[in-house]
């Protein structure tokens, strides 16, 4: 009996080292510890509508960058290129949304990352402004 209870303390003390990371650092670290990648992304936002202007154009890069911008009667159409680099653990979350003009009937957004489309609406409702949101991590799960 004292042999069997010290072999099982033994094979529990082992069991709960392994468990603990009391192997070698190389052998433990894996794929999902390994910190993510930083890449740099050209990000392009476009609105386009059928009059020569949009009542204001909001939009928003979140890697950590803070707080959305706000054009008012901006010309159309509209183009906003910039590159950005995720250097934050969550994946960047880029907005666009524009407001139609009045006597407007239609106002479309659309944001390419990478040369990728991942994002267009368009709205011919003034009380229902388009908003595109995209993510390019989100878009290379897919």
């Known amino acids: 009996m004292k042999k069997t209870l010290s072999t099982a303390a033994v094979l529990l ?5 392994s468990a603990c990371g009391g192997g070698d ?8 510890s390994a910190p993510k990648e930083n890449k740099e992304h050209t990000v392009i936002y ?3 509508g ?7 154009i909001t939009f928003r ?34 907005q666009l949304s524009p407001r139609q003009a009045e006597g407007e009937k239609s106002i479309s957004c659309k944001i390419t990352v990478d040369g990728d489309v991942l994002a267009e609406e368009t709205s011919t409702d003034p009380m229902s ?6 993510s390019p991590g989100r878009a290379a799960a897919k």
Not at 13 to 17: D, G, K, M, N
Not at 25 to 31: K, L, S, Y
Not at 50 to 56: I, K, N, P, R, V
Not at 84 to 89: A, H, L, R, V, Y
């Open 61 to 94: 890069a979140e890697s950590g960058a803070g707080a959305a911008e706000r054009l008012d009667n901006q010309a159309l159409p509209f183009t906003k290129e910039f590159k950005d680099t995720n250097d934050s653990e969550f994946d960047t979350v880029y």
């Open 13 to 17: 003390l082992a069991a709960s080292l």
């Open 129 to 134: 402004p388009p908003v595109c949101t995209a």
């Open 50 to 56: 059928d009059g020569e202007t949009a009542g204001s």
């Open 46 to 48: 476009e609105v386009t």
């Open 25 to 32: 650092e190389g052998e433990t670290a894996g794929a999902s």
